[in-house]
């Protein structure tokens, strides 16, 4: 039987690190905006996660790392496709039109929309348990996340408004459709995604006429992209293979109190009302999620799949020969019925 709290261990580490690099990533941005076109940085963001991460990838060997990680298969490529369809095409697409009819003021405020629809999603239509305490504590990292974004003005629910609520719905399916494939390797899913909106960022960018930045700008922007999108899109898949999507969302919400918090650090904020109001609502939300406790007797049926493990309690296979940890391959779990705390992970989706 494992300790209390170790069902916390990795995903929630995971989902709150993906959140302080994307972030971080706002204001880091804002060095850059000077000289860069908004939407062509936007494009160079992802395709430097893409081109990093796949880097990294065809890199591992000579890193002496080993490919642990499941690869994909030909059954993920039906959501593969989906997720890049609908997440990297679809919802910038959405985004850059919604942003071009309504204000700044109003589209900063929707974007919060992407993880209230991550989380509806989820306990809706996905079906992920959920009670009362973790519903409040959604919300009110939410709650935060929407005053630290709000400055006063009015929010108009205007055509440019309802687009923007579109690309956060696209986002919201994408982040759930992942969750299908959070077995497999994420480095691989998350270059693909990245290559794919970064292309349709930049020909967006260059339709409306963005020149090219200078050399060392552009760099710089893709370095920012690997971390902030790159490695933080890998972080946030590894969380729903830990935790699911709704509570990887909520976690993931609190991305743009560490944007304010470094935007203070870097171009010497006030610390403002908002700030401590919405910091407030967020550690009560957090403290909510970390504070969770979900365990009953439940019944895990045969499952047969393939994803980067360890041997544990739901891991009882025999290897003929040592193998390391974690590792990779195709097993089955036989049928057990046991108790344990847990989140709706990759062994745990059933309802309750």
Not at 43 to 69: Q, S, T
Not at 109 to 126: H, K, P, Y
Request: some cysteine; aromatic content about 10%.
């Amino acid at each position: 039987m494992r300790s209390s709290h170790s069902h916390l261990w990795p995903g929630v580490p995971l989902a709150l690190g993906s959140a302080v690099l994307f972030g971080a990533a706002a204001p880091l941005a804002k060095l850059l905006l000077g000289k860069v076109d908004s939407w062509l940085l936007a494009g160079i963001l992802y395709v430097g996660a893409g081109i990093g991460l796949a880097i990294f990838h065809f890199g591992r060997k000579a890193f002496g790392l080993e490919p642990v990680e499941a690869p994909l298969s030909r059954a993920d490529l039906p959501w593969l496709a989906a997720v890049i369809v609908i997440g990297g095409g679809v919802g910038p697409l959405l985004l850059v039109f919604g942003l071009s009819l309504t204000s700044a003021a109003s589209g900063s405020l929707l974007l919060n929309l992407e993880g209230l629809a991550t989380m509806a999603i989820a306990w809706v239509v996905f079906r992920e348990n959920v009670d009362r305490r973790l519903l409040l504590g959604a919300f009110s990292i939410l709650a935060g996340a929407v005053l630290l974004t709000w400055n006063g003005e009015r929010l108009e629910l205007d055509m440019g408004g309802l687009l923007i609520a579109g690309a956060c719905l696209a986002w919201g399916i994408d982040n759930n459709l992942t969750r299908k494939l959070s077995s497999a390797d994420p480095v691989q899913i998350a270059i693909l995604k990245g290559l794919v909106a970064g292309a349709v960022n930049l020909v967006i960018a260059f339709w409306f006429g963005a020149a090219m930045p200078p050399p060392g700008y552009a760099f710089g922007g893709a370095v920012v992209g690997f971390l902030a999108v790159g490695v933080s899109l890998v972080m946030f898949m590894l969380g729903l293979r830990h935790l699911g999507t709704a509570r990887t969302g909520a976690y993931f919400s609190l991305a743009p109190f560490i944007g304010a918090a470094v935007a203070f650090g870097l171009f010497g904020e006030e610390l403002s009302a908002h700030f401590v109001v919405a910091a407030l609502l967020m550690a009560f939300g957090l403290w909510l999620h970390l504070n969770e406790r979900h365990d009953h007797e439940h019944e895990h049926e045969a499952m047969e799949h393939e994803h980067a493990h360890v041997h544990d309690e739901h891991h009882t296979h025999f290897h003929p020969e040592p193998v390391s940890e974690p590792h990779s391959h195709w097993h089955r779990h036989a049928p057990m019925r046991h108790m344990h705390p847990h989140y709706p992970d990759l062994h745990h989706r059933h309802e309750h």
